[in-house]
């Protein structure tokens, strides 16, 4: 059967896959839906009341390196916000940065559509590193410093927008990763993501996960009142659920939810995976990594993984590449990342970990030397790949060897029956 795989926005790679030996093409499961304006709208209802006093409103969207239909929340938001009375002179519009860098003029379509011109003005990058635009307000459980952007206490109330996935290490995105590691300071950022590297930081673990019990007792530390608004997406990045309110309950709400779309069952691990990431994931390897996680996952020992992602803005972070580029195994790089963590450092510890167990192949556009120093193998060719993982299985005594395709591997994650 021939399979069209989506590169580089709306480019695609054709390749013939033997229809024998695929066991499946693993997609976010359809779930029945309302529809993305009825869903929105529904979920809506409650802001004018809640804005009734409200007098200067943070208002906290995601960047442009997460598929959150941000447009289509304003569209839902911004009526509400007129029925109470707030003008756009009331609205700060933050963008979630995390530890990224800031919207390029190119992205405020993306990321605001029709809204663009009418809220660019409105609209601020938080920015990490900025000590001036941060406040301190304490510790976490795990003894993480609590440094926020200090917007968040000088607004009355806050709207918060996300959407709701599974993701690698904090379980799931949406809900209070808008706070952190959305708006919070490096050091916050970087004593957070070293947690990554536990065990049971990982996807769809919540309990007793030190990543998410951080962004948890951040909330803690926020006192004007909070509207969440999440969503829950499809296959096709389109709106299936949107959960209200509370900004824990609608979080929780939305993970359940996410499970059913998400989690896809399959009945054994293949020989071959082919994980892609969609665009916007595909910005570079930093976000793509995400679909080497979960695509491991199906793969079965010694077998191989072929990742299929542009890398349009190349690595994205240079601290997990300099990293594995200057040891010479997967084991070397683990010994190093628990010697001393730098942000970044738990990216290049998921990737070694894979790196022990399977072959990775990279379908990207990033150069061959750089894409070896990571511990993965470089392809540019996507069918000469796939035969010849199936021949090495062979080679390797696998009588009918086979294939598995993840064409959302950034948020779709395998769970064997």
Do not use: W
């Not at 559509?113 to 976490?140: F, P």
């Not at 059913?260 to 665009?279: G, L, R, T």
């Amino acid at each position: 059967m021939q399979l069209s795989i989506p590169y580089h926005g709306k480019k695609t790679v054709e390749i013939n896959l033997p229809e024998a030996q695929l066991l499946g093409i693993l997609e976010p499961n359809a779930i029945p839906s309302h529809g993305e304006k009825e869903a929105l709208l529904e979920a809506t209802t409650e802001v004018a009341a809640f804005l009734k006093e409200a007098r200067k409103v943070l208002v906290i969207i995601n960047d442009a390196t997460r598929p959150t239909p941000t447009q289509a929340m304003l569209s839902s938001l911004l009526p509400q916000f007129e029925m109470a009375g707030i003008s756009d002179e009331q609205i700060i519009i933050l963008v979630a940065t995390g530890a990224h860098r800031g919207v390029k003029d190119g992205e405020l379509e993306q990321l605001l559509g029709i809204y663009a011109q009418r809220l660019k003005n409105r609209l601020i990058s938080h920015d990490a590193k900025d000590a001036t635009s941060l406040v301190s307000v304490g510790e976490t459980r795990n003894g993480t410093p609590i440094l926020l952007n200090k917007l968040l206490f000088s607004c009355d109330h806050i709207v918060v927008t996300g959407s709701v996935e599974p993701h690698y290490f904090a379980g799931f995105t949406g809900g209070r990763k808008a706070f952190l590691p959305g708006i919070a300071g490096f050091s916050t950022i970087e004593a957070n993501h070293k947690l990554a590297i536990q065990d049971e930081a990982h996807s769809l673990a919540l309990e007793g996960n030190p990543v998410h019990e951080d962004m948890m007792d951040a909330l803690t530390h926020i006192k004007a009142p909070i509207f969440s608004l999440m969503t829950v997406l499809d296959k096709d990045q389109k709106v299936v659920a949107a959960t209200s309110g509370d900004i824990v309950q609608s979080f929780l709400e939305a993970v359940e939810i996410a499970r059913s779309v998400f989690c896809v069952p399959v009945k054994e691990q293949a020989d071959v995976v082919i994980s892609i990431a969609k665009f916007p994931m595909d910005i570079n390897l930093y976000q793509s990594q995400k679909a080497i996680d979960n695509g491991s996952l199906a793969v079965k020992d010694g077998g191989t993984l072929i990742l299929v992602a542009s890398c349009r803005e190349g690595i994205g972070d240079e601290a997990f590449a300099k990293l594995l580029g200057s040891c010479s195994s997967p084991n070397e790089a683990l010994e190093k990342i628990n010697a001393a963590y730098k942000l970044g450092y738990h990216k290049a510890a998921k990737m070694a970990s894979v790196s022990k167990r399977i072959t990775v192949q990279a379908y990207t556009e990033l150069p061959d030397e750089q894409v070896t120093s990571l511990f993965l193998v470089p392809t540019h060719n996507l069918q000469q790949t796939m035969d010849d993982a199936l021949q090495n299985a062979r080679d390797q005594g696998v009588t009918n060897p086979t294939v598995l395709v993840l064409p959302d591997g950034c948020v779709t994650v395998p769970s064997l029956d």
